[in-house]
């Protein structure tokens, strides 16, 4: 946790910790629907978190249009292993 808080843009971006988990199991190459069955919820729902995560990106100036730009976000920020 102490080495998160010291990520400042991880802390920018602000991502909830249900973001996180989206963006973790997105980034490492599950596809909308595998995540949106891991966490019991709607592809519609993990479509509406990715969104959101788009858009704290974008607002700290770390754009992230692409599904592989949402991995070296995650990858950057420590939420994704290199090679995965």
């Known amino acids: ?12 971006a602000q991502l909830t910790a249900r973001e996180s988990e989206v963006l973790t199991r997105y980034a490492s190459g599950q596809t909308a629907e595998q995540v949106a069955a891991a966490l019991f919820v709607s592809r519609d729902t993990v479509l509406d978190h990715l969104r959101r995560i788009r858009r704290r990106y974008a607002a700290v100036e770390r754009p992230a249009p692409t599904k592989i730009d949402l991995h070296r976000r995650a990858l950057e920020d420590g939420m994704v292993e290199p090679g995965s």
């Open 1 to 12: 946790a102490s080495a998160l808080s010291e990520d400042t843009p991880f802390v920018d």
